[in-house]
């Protein structure tokens, strides 16, 4: 998947004229990209589309509107975007209650090299978690990292022909599994070469 440049963004006064119906069109897309892996755990599926998104909005909330402030969201945001051979996601471990989130995360140290993707008829890929810095101590895991499930080219023309494709977390205190729904099957294959 190509990486975004400076072309590829509104200026901010485009992107106020623009945002409401972006935003829509960028809202349905990601319905099919978010996955349940149980009750308090949730991969959201990047690509270039939610990637640009993130960093109009990021662009709009701090104003930034000068080449220099440009250049450091796309360098940062970039490395987000599948590079055809993988997926990339946003893991996120939600918990409301601020007291019961503070106990869970000290349990589910680990979490995020525990969390896989399966295309039937494969082995199972674990996650390269958090490339970018640590998000865990030995007391506690983040409630948010980074991750990237790298396939074969067997698996990812595997998917682009149909398989199907199971998700899940084999950590000792939050084991979940499921297969995934058709269209986000169908969507996750569009990340892949």
Known sequence: MTKLTRADLMSLEQYAEQRPAFREKVIAHKAARKIALGPNATLYFEDRLTIQYQIQEMLRVERIFEAAGIEEELEAYNPLIPDGSNWKATFM???????????????????????????????????????????????????????????????????KAGAGVLMGI????????????????????????
């Open 93 to 159: 471990l939600e918990f409301p209650n601020p007291e019961e989130r503070k106990l869970w995360l000290a349990k589910l140290l680990g979490i995020e090299r525990q969390t896989w993707v399966q295309v039937v008829g494969f082995e199972a890929v674990f996650a390269i978690a958090n490339e970018d810095l640590s998000r865990e101590t030995e007391e506690k895991t983040a409630a948010v990292h980074f991750l990237r499930f790298e396939l074969s080219a067997g698996m990812s023309a595997a998917v």
């Open 170 to 193: 084999n950590h000792v205190n939050y084991t979940h599994s499921i297969e995934i729904k058709q269209a986000s099957q169908l969507s996750l294959a569009a990340d892949l070469n």
